[in-house]
C-alpha cells in the first residue's frame, strides 16, 4: 500500500472550514484514499474514503485532485468535539490488502 | 451488540504472567484486526482474520503473542510472560468484509499495564 505524508499538527478556530492535507504521490489506480480520527482516550473513526471523485457525507468532505497525487479532508464547521488525531489511509482494494496502516496522522486542534 | 467490545477495559498485571484480551466484533463482521498503541504513539498492526482464512500474523511482535478467532466471531489476544514494554492500549476492530472497501469500526481498547 502507498505510503501517505502529513502534517503533525493543525489549529482551526472553532466554526471555521478544517483543511487537513495528505500526500499519496505513489498512490496507485486500484487504491482508495481512508480518513479516519481518533480522539483523546477512544478507538479509531472512521470518516469518509473516496476512489477519485470528491466525496462528501455527514461528517467531512474529500477533495482528491485530479492526480490523485494528493487530497482534502474539510470538515465544514470545526467543533471543540473535533479535535483529534486524523489519519489518511491509503488501501487497495484487493484481497490480501488486510491491513490499514495508521500513520502518525494529523494533530487538530480546534481553538474556542 | 452494537459496536465492537473488547474486555477487560483496563488490565494491571504483574511481569511474567500472562494475560488474555477479548475482542466481541460486530455481528456478521468477518474480519477482525488487532493494533496496540503505545503512549502518544501512532496505531501497530498486529494480526487480523478473515473468515476461515490463516490471519495473517504478520504484525506480532514476539512469539509471547498469539490470537485466536474462535468461531467466526469472538477473538482472543494473548500475552505470555508479560514485559513492561508490552504495556499498550490493545484495539480491536472489525469489518464486514475484506475484498470490497468498508469501513474498520473500533473497540474503545483494552488499557494493558505490565508492573
Known amino acids: ?112 | 451488540g452494537a459496536g465492537v467490545s473488547q474486555s477487560p477495559s483496563n488490565k494491571v498485571t504483574e511481569k511474567g504472567k500472562d494475560v488474555e484480551l477479548r475482542c466481541d466484533p460486530i455481528s456478521g463482521h468477518t474480519a477482525l484486526y488487532w493494533y496496540r498503541q503505545s503512549l502518544g504513539q501512532g496505531l501497530e498492526f498486529l494480526i487480523y482474520f478473515q473468515g476461515n482464512s490463516a490471519p495473517d500474523k504478520s504484525g506480532l511482535p514476539s512469539d509471547r503473542f498469539s490470537a485466536e478467532r474462535t468461531g467466526g466471531s469472538v477473538s482472543t489476544l494473548t500475552i505470555q510472560r508479560t514485559q513492561q514494554e508490552d504495556s499498550a492500549v490493545y484495539l480491536c476492530a472489525s469489518s464486514l468484509r475484506q475484498g470490497r472497501i468498508t469501513e474498520a469500526f473500533f473497540g474503545q481498547g483494552t488499557r494493558l499495564t505490565v508492573v
Open chain 1, 1 to 112: 500500500d502507498a505510503k501517505t505524508t502529513q502534517p503533525t499538527s493543525m489549529d482551526c478556530a472553532e466554526g471555521r472550514a478544517a483543511n487537513l492535507p495528505c500526500n499519496h504521490s505513489t498512490i496507485s489506480g486500484n487504491e482508495y484514499v481512508y480518513w479516519y480520527r481518533q480522539i483523546h482516550s477512544q478507538g479509531p473513526q472512521y470518516i469518509i474514503h473516496g476512489l477519485k471523485n470528491n466525496e462528501t457525507n455527514e461528517m467531512a468532505s474529500l477533495i482528491i485532485t485530479e492526480d490523485r497525487k494528493s487530497s482534502t479532508l474539510i470538515l465544514p464547521h470545526a467543533t471543540l468535539r473535533d479535535t483529534a488525531v486524523y489519519y489518511c489511509i491509503v488501501r487497495g482494494d484487493q484481497t490480501g490488502a488486510n491491513n490499514l496502516f495508521f500513520g502518525t496522522g494529523t494533530r487538530l486542534t480546534v481553538i474556542p
